[in-house]
C-alpha cells in the first residue's frame, strides 16, 4: 500500500514536473514578421529583417522580456501580397504568436490586416500608406511617417520658399502613387497648386522626355518626385542633365546613403523630408532623438557593415514599442499588449517621438520629419527656422 | 523644336540598348532557332559582375573585360547544358527553357550579388552637350558608337571569316551544314557565347545611364525582343532598326502622349507587329513545310 | 468504353477520397489555407493544361486571366453594388470574351510568336490594372468583398477549402470529360498536326478559339476564388511571374494530365511553404525545375509515373 502511494506520488510528481517543464519551455514571447525580403521590394525589407534579428538576439541576451525570451519568426513573402497573406495565417495558426511586426509594403500589410484583425492579435506594420491607420482598426498600428505627412513637410518647406506652384513627377509604384494621391489631396490646404503632372514606370531608365515636359511649362517654380528605388536616382540626373534650375524635392522613399552615390554630383541642392536618422552625427546634442538614433546607426552599420536605412530604423521602433508594452502591461497576453500599445507616449525612436493614442495608430506628427538638403555628398539638416 | 530633339536624342540612347539586346536574339535565333528569353540576363550579368568585380579592387577596365568573359561562359554554358540536350523539342519547349534559365539566373544573381541597385562611372564624364537646346549624354555617344561598332564587328565576322560563313550555313540549313562537315554544336554554342558577349558589352556601356540590378533583365529581354521582331526577327541591320525604332516610340509617346503607358508600348509593339506583319520591317517571311 | 469510363472516374474518386480524408489530420486551420490554395492554382492549370496539353498551344499571359476574375469580384461588387457570387460568373464571361476578342488574331500565330503574343497580352492587363487605380486601386490593390450567399457569410480557410476542393473537381470532371469529347479528339488532331487535321475537315481556328475560351474561364474562376478568399487583390495577380508560375505547374504535372495538373499546382504551393527558410533560393528553384522538366521529363510527373506503373503491368 505504501509502496503504491510512493510510486503514485513519484509519477505525479514527475509529470508534475514535466509539465512544468514544458510550461518553461512554451513561455515564449513569440513575434511574427512576414517581410518581402526578396523580390521589388528587398531595399526595404532586407534591413528591416535584419534589424529584427539583430535586436531580438540583443534583448535575449539580456535576459529577455519580463523573464521570456522573445521567439521571432520570419518569413518572406517575396512582395506578393498572397504569399503575404498565407504566412500571416501561418504565423496565427502554425506558429501561435502574440504580435506581429511586418508588412513591408502597403500591399501586403492589407492583405494581412484581416488575418489579424479576425484573431485580435496587435499588428504593428512597417509600410508607408496612409490607408493602414486611416481608418483606425483596432488591431492595426504602424511606425512609418505617412506619405500625408511627407507631402505635408515638403509643401511647408516650398512654401516657406514662397515657391506655390509646383510640378509633380512620381512613380507608378505603389509608393509613388501613394503619395502623389496623398499630395494631391493636401496641396489646397497647403496653399499649393500642381500646375502639371507626369509619371514614369518603376522600372524605367530614361525620364527626359518627362522631364522635358515639365521644363517647358511656364510658370512651375519647383517639382517634387513622389517614388522611390533607382526612379528618383534617375530623375535627378536627368534634371540635371537637362539644366532644370527649379528646386528638386524627393520624398522619404530615398532616404538612403545610396541614393546620394547613385544620383552623384546631380544630388546637390535636392531637398526631401527624412527621419532624424539619415542623419544622427549632425543632430544637435540636445535633440531628443540623438541618443536612440546614434546608437541604432552604429549597431547596424557595426553588425551589418552596410549604411543605416530609415527601413530598419521603422522596424526597430515597431519592436520596441511592442517590447515596452509588454513591459507595462506586465503580461503578454495579447488584448492587455494590444491596449499598451495604444498607450505608448513619448516613446523617442528612431522615426520620430511618438504618442499614440486611440484616434492615431501611429502617433508622429511633422515634427518627426527633419527637412534636409544634399549637399556635397552629404545630408545636412535645414532647420525649421531657415529656408 | 527643342523638345522634338530631346526626345529624339533620348530615343537614339535607349533605343541602342534595345538594337544590342536584339541583336543577341537575333543571332541566336539564326543560329538555332530559339528565341533566348535569357538575353536579358546576360545585360544585367555584364553590369552587375563588372560592378561586383570592381567593388573587390580589381580596376574598372580589367572587371569589365572580366565580365565580358564571364557572361560569355555563361552563354556557352546555357547552350550546352540546356539547348543542346533539349535539342529536338518543339519551340515553345526551347522558349520554356530559356525562360526557366532567365529565371534561374536571375534567382543566383540575387544571392550572389544584392538585391540593391548600382552604377558605373560614365567613360568620358557626366556633363551632357547641349546640341540646339538638347541635352545628350556622352554616355548616349558611346552606347550608339558601341552598337554601331558591334553591328559591323559581327558584319564583318559574317562576311569575312570561315566560322561567320559556317553561322550562315547553319542558319538556311542546320542538316546541309552538318553535311559538308561543319561541326553545329560546337558553332551554335560559339553564336551563344558571342550572344552573351554582346548582352554584355551593352551592360556595361548601358549602367552609366540607367543604373543595373539583379532584377533589370526581364523588363529588357522583353523590350529587346520587341525590337527584335519589329525590325524582323532574323535580320541582324532589322534588329539594329527595330531597337532605335522602339526607343523612338516609347520616348515620344512618353513626351507628347502620356507617359503612364510608356512600358505598354511594347508590349503593344509586340502584338501589333504580331498581327499585322511578323516578318517584321526587314524580316522574311515564314514558309511552313508541310 | 466501360473500362475506360471506370478508369475515369477511378482517378477522380481518388482525389476526392483523399480530399475528405486529409482534413482531420489538419493540426490547424493553416493547412486548410495551403489546400484552398492548391485547389485553387490546380483550377487554373487544369484550364491551362487543355490548352497547352491537349491542343498544344502555349500561353505564356494566362495570369491575366486570373487578374480578370479576381478584379470583376473586386471591382463589380464595390462599384456596382451587385453580389458577389454573379461576378464570378461575371468575371468569367468577361474572361471568355476578351479571350474571344483576343484569340482570334492571336491564335492564327504559331510556335515562339503564339507564345510571346500570349505574353504581351498577360503583360498588358498587368499595366491596365495597375494603371487604372481609380477602378483598381492601383499597385496597392484593393479589398474584395467578402462573398455572402443567402444571408451565409462565406469564410474561413475551412469553408474556401471545401468549396475550392469541389470546384476543381467539377472542372476536372468537365475537362476529363472535353477530352473524351469529339472536340476533345479534334484538338488531339490539331496537337499533331494542324495541316493533316484541317484537311480532314477539322475547323482548326474554331476549335483553338474555343479550347482558348473554356481556359480562359477556367483561370477567371480561379482568379474569382483567390480575391474573394484573400479578401484583397493586387496587380501581381497577372503578373509575368504568375503565368510562368502556371506554366511550371502544367509542365511539372504533366502535358495533357488533369492529375497532373493537381501535381503539378500541390508542389509549386507547398514547396515554397516547407522551404522558407530557403527562400532566397526560391527563383534558382523554379528555374531550375522548369528547364530540368522542359529538358529530361517534358512528359511530367504524373505521365511519367503512369508509364513506369503501366510498364511494370506489362
Given at each position: 500500500m505504501v509502496t503504491f502511494n510512493r510510486t503514485v506520488a513519484t509519477v505525479a510528481c514527475s509529470i508534475a514536473v514535466l509539465f512544468a517543464g514544458g510550461l518553461q519551455a512554451s513561455a515564449q514571447v513569440k513575434i511574427g514578421s512576414v517581410l518581402s525580403v526578396t523580390g521589388p521590394a528587398s531595399f526595404l525589407g532586407d534591413p528591416e529583417k535584419r534589424t529584427l534579428e539583430m535586436y531580438v538576439d540583443a534583448i535575449n541576451a539580456q535576459g529577455g522580456v519580463k523573464g521570456q525570451k522573445v521567439q521571432l519568426i520570419v518569413y518572406d513573402d517575396g512582395g506578393d501580397a498572397n504569399n503575404a497573406r498565407t504566412f500571416a495565417t501561418r504565423l496565427v495558426e502554425e506558429d501561435k504568436i502574440v504580435a506581429m511586426i511586418g508588412g513591408t509594403t502597403t500591399g501586403s500589410t492589407l492583405a494581412m490586416i484581416p488575418v489579424f484583425e479576425d484573431t485580435q492579435i496587435p499588428f504593428i506594420s512597417l509600410a508607408g500608406a496612409i490607408q493602414i491607420i486611416e481608418p483606425v482598426r483596432k488591431w492595426v498600428f504602424k511606425t512609418p511617417h505617412t506619405d500625408k505627412m511627407a507631402c505635408e513637410k515638403i509643401f511647408a518647406d516650398l512654401k516657406r520658399r514662397n515657391l506655390t506652384t509646383i510640378a509633380l513627377i512620381s512613380g507608378t509604384d505603389a509608393f509613388g502613387k501613394s503619395m502623389r494621391d496623398q499630395c494631391v489631396v493636401v496641396a489646397p490646404k497647403s496653399g499649393m497648386t500642381i500646375a502639371y503632372e507626369e509619371s514614369y514606370g518603376p522600372?524605367?531608365?530614361?525620364m527626359t522626355p518627362q522631364l522635358t515636359n515639365i521644363r517647358n511649362k511656364a510658370g512651375v517654380q519647383a517639382v517634387v518626385n513622389p517614388g522611390f528605388g533607382q526612379g528618383p536616382a534617375i530623375v535627378t540626373r536627368n534634371y540635371r542633365q537637362l539644366g532644370i534650375s527649379a528646386p528638386l524635392y524627393q520624398s522619404h522613399g530615398v532616404a538612403s546613403k545610396q541614393f546620394i552615390e547613385l544620383a552623384g554630383p546631380a544630388a546637390d541642392g535636392v531637398r526631401l523630408p527624412a527621419a532624424a536618422l539619415l542623419v544622427a552625427d549632425k543632430l544637435a546634442d540636445g535633440d531628443p532623438q540623438k541618443t536612440v538614433v546614434v546608437n541604432y546607426s552604429r549597431t547596424y552599420q557595426g553588425k551589418t557593415g552596410q549604411a543605416v536605412s530609415t527601413f530598419g530604423g521603422h522596424a526597430y521602433d515597431g519592436l520596441m514599442i511592442f517590447v515596452q508594452a509588454v513591459q507595462r502591461a506586465q503580461s503578454a497576453d495579447k488584448a492587455k499588449v494590444r491596449d499598451e500599445i495604444e498607450k505608448t507616449k513619448g516613446y523617442v525612436g528612431t522615426g520620430g517621438i511618438v504618442n499614440i493614442s486611440p484616434s492615431d495608430h501611429m502617433g508622429l506628427d511633422l515634427s518627426a520629419f527633419r527637412m534636409l538638403e544634399i549637399k556635397n555628398g552629404d545630408w545636412t539638416l535645414i532647420s525649421d527656422a531657415k529656408s | 523644336m527643342a523638345e522634338f530633339l530631346q526626345f529624339f536624342f533620348s530615343g537614339l540612347t535607349v533605343g541602342a540598348v534595345y538594337a544590342l539586346v536584339a541583336l543577341g536574339f537575333t543571332l541566336i535565333y539564326n543560329a538555332s532557332d530559339v528565341i533566348n528569353f535569357a538575353q536579358g540576363e546576360f545585360v544585367m550579368l555584364g553590369g552587375m559582375a563588372t560592378v561586383f568585380l570592381a567593388l573587390t579592387g580589381v580596376p574598372l577596365p580589367l572587371a569589365a573585360l572580366l565580365a565580358i568573359v564571364i557572361t560569355a561562359a555563361i552563354g556557352l554554358a546555357l547552350h550546352r547544358f540546356a539547348i543542346e540536350p533539349a535539342h529536338g523539342a518543339s519551340p515553345v519547349a526551347l522558349i520554356m527553357i530559356t525562360i526557366g534559365a532567365s529565371v534561374f539566373l536571375r534567382g543566383v544573381a540575387q544571392i550572389i550579388f544584392d538585391k540593391r541597385f548600382h552604377s558605373l562611372p560614365p567613360i568620358f564624364g557626366g556633363e551632357p552637350f547641349r546640341l540646339w537646346g538638347a541635352a545628350i549624354l556622352p554616355q548616349g555617344l558611346v552606347v550608339m558608337a558601341g552598337a554601331a561598332v558591334i553591328v559591323l564587328l559581327l558584319w564583318q565576322f559574317v562576311d569575312r571569316t570561315m566560322l561567320g560563313k559556317a553561322v550562315i550555313a547553319i542558319a538556311a540549313n542546320r542538316l546541309a551544314a552538318r553535311l559538308v562537315g561543319i561541326d553545329t554544336r560546337r558553332i551554335v554554342g560559339l553564336c551563344f557565347a558571342i550572344s552573351a558577349a554582346i548582352g554584355a558589352v551593352a551592360g556595361i556601356l548601358v549602367t552609366p545611364i540607367t543604373l543595373t540590378s539583379y532584377d533589370v533583365g526581364t523588363l529588357l529581354a522583353l523590350k529587346g525582343f520587341a525590337a527584335a521582331m519589329l525590325g524582323g526577327i532574323g535580320s541582324g541591320l532589322g534588329a539594329v532598326i527595330g531597337g532605335l525604332l522602339l526607343g523612338m516610340f516609347e520616348t515620344f509617346s512618353a513626351g507628347y502622349i502620356s507617359s503612364k503607358y510608356k512600358d505598354a508600348v511594347a508590349f503593344l509593339v509586340i502584338l501589333a507587329v504580331l498581327f499585322a506583319m511578323p516578318q517584321g520591317v526587314l524580316g522574311r517571311g515564314k514558309i511552313e513545310r508541310v | 468504353m466501360r473500362a475506360l469510363l471506370s478508369h475515369r472516374l477511378a482517378g477522380l474518386a481518388a482525389i476526392a477520397a483523399i480530399t475528405v480524408l486529409l482534413p482531420p489530420f489538419f493540426p490547424s486551420l493553416y493547412y486548410y489555407r495551403v489546400g484552398a490554395l492548391v485547389f485553387i492554382f490546380a483550377l487554373a492549370a487544369v484550364g491551362l493544361n487543355l490548352l497547352m496539353?491537349?491542343?498544344?498551344q502555349v500561353s505564356l499571359g494566362h495570369a491575366g486571366f486570373l487578374g480578370i476574375g479576381g478584379y470583376a469580384v473586386a471591382i463589380a461588387p464595390t462599384y456596382l453594388g451587385l453580389p458577389s457570387w454573379t461576378c464570378i460568373f461575371g468575371g468569367a464571361l468577361l474572361s471568355g470574351l476578351v479571350a474571344f476578342l483576343v484569340g482570334r488574331p492571336i491564335l492564327r500565330l504559331k510556335g515562339h510568336y503564339l507564345a510571346v503574343a500570349t505574353l504581351g497580352f498577360g503583360v498588358l492587363v498587368a499595366i491596365v490594372l495597375t494603371n487604372e487605380a481609380v477602378w483598381t486601386g492601383g499597385p496597392d490593390g484593393m479589398s474584395v468583398p467578402q462573398l455572402t450567399l443567402f444571408t451565409w457569410r462565406v469564410r474561413g480557410s475551412d469553408t474556401w477549402y471545401w468549396i475550392a476542393a469541389a470546384s476543381f473537381l467539377l472542372g476536372a470532371t468537365l475537362a476529363l470529360n472535353l477530352v473524351d469529347s469529339p472536340t476533345g479528339r479534334a484538338l488531339k488532331a490539331i496537337h499533331d498536326s494542324e495541316v493533316a487535321s484541317s484537311v480532314l475537315g477539322v475547323d482548326v481556328a474554331r476549335q483553338k478559339l474555343a479550347i482558348f475560351v473554356v481556359s480562359a474561364v477556367y483561370a477567371s474562376v480561379a482568379g474569382s476564388y483567390l480575391a474573394l478568399f484573400n479578401g484583397h487583390i493586387t496587380p501581381d495577380i497577372s503578373g509575368f511571374l504568375r503565368s510562368i508560375e502556371l506554366v511550371a505547374m502544367v509542365v511539372l504535372g504533366g502535358m495533357g494530365s488533369v492529375a497532373g495538373s493537381l501535381v503539378g499546382a500541390a508542389v509549386l504551393v507547398v514547396l515554397p511553404q516547407i522551404l522558407t527558410a530557403l527562400h532566397d533560393y526560391e527563383h534558382m528553384v523554379l528555374g531550375l525545375i522548369l528547364m530540368g522538366f522542359m529538358i529530361f521529363l517534358r512528359q511530367g510527373i504524373m505521365p511519367s509515373l503512369i508509364a513506369v506503373v503501366a510498364g511494370r503491368r506489362t
Open positions: 522600372r524605367d531608365s530614361d | - | 496539353g491537349f491542343a498544344g
